[in-house]
């Protein structure tokens, strides 16, 4: 817990707050402003949207910690405020709101276009709205609204404010934090975020066989013969030695192995464990391996099977594979089969390097992971992979941070 | 939809920044405006044991014209350059750009800085600096290095930036007046992230272009001589010269395996060269 110090809808508050309390969450929680609405909570609805430092900004997204000596003014806020009032008027004329849920939100929005545009257009109207959903109304009197908010006010002679009245650089909240005392930084430890044990690979009771959802095909080339490529696929810790990120819990049998494969994109890091077997076909030089898994963190769970074949080429041998997952749970929701393909070419170039150094006689070693600038990669064979992830997730937001 | 806990650390310069982030090493992850970690850490895709957050430093808020370049500190948001509240060197191509991303609760926080650490390919900034020829100061203990914008975005959320380092400023070379600029995104809702984006500087006085092909879940495609796109020669009727089946041949190179998603993003590049020839 921490005290934050800001000041909301014009009065100092000063709260203390964990650090990961959002700004939604604080006015709601701490301070019963419980207008302001949560949606999403990943800045995509904008009905958590609020003024700080006097223009709007996400409340689901941005931390309390992160606005001290913030102004903040929620839509308890603005009773008095000259255009909220007639925004409300001009909702209440048009049928702009149903349920209410994006009410909040959509008027924050809104009295932000009516300050900035220089005439009511539509059409820039509707893209000002865009970052507020509205599930009942269809926005046409919402638009409508606001529209003949800006015409009013412009016949007035109002001028429009293209800044919203912002004059400083930044992140609006930030930098007004008072540093006192001599330490160089404001130090707020976590309060006992314990590390999330390991799952047992062995609670994955069966692996069963499965449609992939996606299928990515891949295929990545070695300098030695076929059959000394096929002989090392039957090793399977040898195999997982190559994967970056992969390790066993316990020795493999060809009908269950047990491990875990740690992927990582960016800053999103998932550990799979779980379980996987795996078939041979001598004849066609050509195998399969299966297997399931699940990442505890992100309560997120895969399916895996990579098909690979063996074919002698000049030089030596190509390996074609075939990589197909299902990956349900949270990190299925932020998932492009794009991101996947893009770290599985990351990770297959990886292997097959290893491979390649393994097959010459010497060790994968540890240079793998630290090359990729502390990627863990990892692949999985093993299982499947996940991963994907990726950003995208919120739709929005694209820039940030 | 709550994030796990986190330490939170708030330093009063850049050198204290550089300090923690030093000793917290991986563990540690920095916020400026919070549009795109904020997402990540509420969904718990990213549990960081201690957030630094760097949005209060007056240090990387500064910009300033340096001989023929503009220097922007990292934490300067969209919003500041949609709005003109910093210099322009680009002829308006920079507001263009900032002025399209995502929507403005999110502009008012988010920052430049932010968006190219992050690395997300189909990111306005990653692509559109890109192709205005930007360069990055990243920043660490033990000094300070610069990369070109086509050399930082590795591959999806993957940057150049190493352990304990952060982007410092974005350098912004001034345009020439007689270069062109176009810039195209495909989004299927307005303000969400784009399925792709196609951004071209070119000047045909000087016969030079860059072009970029963006979005496309992996490092954007960076073409600092884009000649080829136009029939071997940059010239005055560039528009009429593009070459589509080049661009395609450029993304089946870069991964795009699919036919449909090539044709988007052609089309996209299409439009942002006809822009810039309008």
Request: net charge neutral.
């Amino acid at each position: 817990m921490n005290m934050i110090a800001l000041t909301v809808n014009q009065r100092a508050v000063q709260v203390s707050a964990e650090p990961r309390t959002n700004l939604a969450d604080f006015v709601r929680d701490k301070l019963d402003l419980t207008g302001t609405h949560l949606g999403c909570e990943h800045g995509v609805c904008g009905a958590c949207t609020v003024l700080l430092d006097g223009v709007p900004a996400r409340s689901c997204i941005t931390y309390a910690v992160a606005c001290e000596g913030a102004e903040v003014t929620t839509i308890e806020g603005l009773d008095e405020d000259d255009v909220t009032t007639e925004l409300r008027a001009a909702f209440t004329r048009e049928h702009a709101l149903q349920c209410g849920y994006c009410t909040p939100g959509m008027l924050v929005s809104a009295r932000d276009l009516v300050l900035r545009l220089p005439q009511a257009d539509e059409r820039l109207i509707r893209v000002g709205l865009t970052g507020n959903l509205c599930r009942c109304t269809g926005y046409v009197g919402i638009v409508r609204a606001v529209q003949s908010v800006i015409e009013a006010r412009r016949a007035r002679n109002i001028a429009p404010e293209p800044d919203g009245g912002r004059k400083i650089l930044g992140p609006v909240g930030s930098g007004r934090s008072v540093h006192h005392g001599a330490d160089r930084a404001e130090r707020m430890p976590p309060l006992g975020s314990e590390q999330t044990s390991p799952e047992a690979a062995s609670s994955v009771a069966s692996i069963p066989d499965f449609i992939p959802a996606t299928v990515l095909t891949q295929h990545f080339s070695v300098a030695h013969p076929p059959e000394q490529v096929f002989a090392m696929f039957d090793d399977i810790a040898a195999v997982a030695a190559c994967l970056p990120g992969a390790s066993l819990t316990a020795p493999p049998k060809p009908e269950r192995v047990e491990g875990a494969i740690r992927v990582r994109i960016g800053p999103i890091a998932a550990t799979f464990q779980g379980a996987a077997r795996v078939e041979q076909s001598p004849a066609d030089m050509s195998g399969r391996i299966v297997g399931i898994g699940n990442d505890r963190r992100s309560r997120s769970s895969t399916q895996g099977e990579i098909r690979y074949r063996l074919v002698p080429i000049e030089q030596g041998t190509r390996v074609d594979l075939s990589i197909g997952y299902t990956l349900t749970g949270m990190l299925a929701q932020v998932g492009r089969p794009g991101l996947v393909r893009d770290l599985a070419a990351r990770l297959i170039a990886e292997f097959a390097g290893n491979l390649d150094r393994r097959l010459s006689g010497s060790s994968p070693g540890d240079d793998t992971a630290a090359e990729l600038n502390g990627m863990a990669l990892v692949f999985s064979l093993l299982r499947a992979r996940v991963a994907r992830w990726v950003g995208r997730f919120s739709s929005k937001n694209d820039e940030a941070t | 939809m709550k994030p796990a806990p986190f330490g939170y650390e708030r330093p009063r310069d850049l050198q204290a920044a550089l300090a923690v982030l030093g000793e917290a090493k991986t563990s540690a992850k920095i916020i400026a405006g919070g549009q795109s970690l904020g997402p990540m850490l509420n969904l718990r895709l990213v549990e960081p044991q201690l957030i630094v957050d760097i949005s209060g430093l007056a240090e990387l808020k500064q910009v300033e014209r340096r001989g023929d370049e503009l220097v922007l500190g990292a934490c300067v948001t969209h919003a500041d350059i949609e709005d003109g509240r910093i210099p322009d060197v680009t002829r308006g191509a920079m507001q263009g750009v900032a002025g399209n991303i995502a929507y403005r609760a999110v502009r008012n926080r988010g920052t430049v800085g932010g968006s190219l650490s992050h690395a997300d390919p189909a990111a306005d900034w990653v692509s559109a600096l890109s192709a205005l020829g930007a360069r990055l100061t990243l920043r660490s203990l033990s000094g300070a290095r610069m990369v070109a914008m086509e050399d930082f975005i590795v591959g999806a959320l993957e940057s150049a930036l190493r352990d304990g380092e952060i982007v410092e400023t974005i350098h912004v070379p001034a345009m020439p007046a007689s270069a062109h600029w176009g810039y195209a995104k495909s989004c299927r809702k307005t303000g969400e992230f784009a399925h792709a984006i196609g951004a071209i500087l070119i000047d045909p006085s000087a016969a030079t272009a860059r072009v970029v092909i963006g979005a496309i879940d992996s490092a954007p495609v960076v073409i600092t001589n884009a000649a080829e796109l136009f029939g071997g020669r940059i010239a005055g009727d560039y528009k009429d010269r593009f070459d589509a089946r080049v661009a395609d041949v450029l993304l089946a190179k870069a991964g795009v395996s699919n036919a449909a998603h090539r044709h988007i993003h052609v089309n996209v590049l299409k439009r942002a060269v006809s822009e810039a020839a309008a």
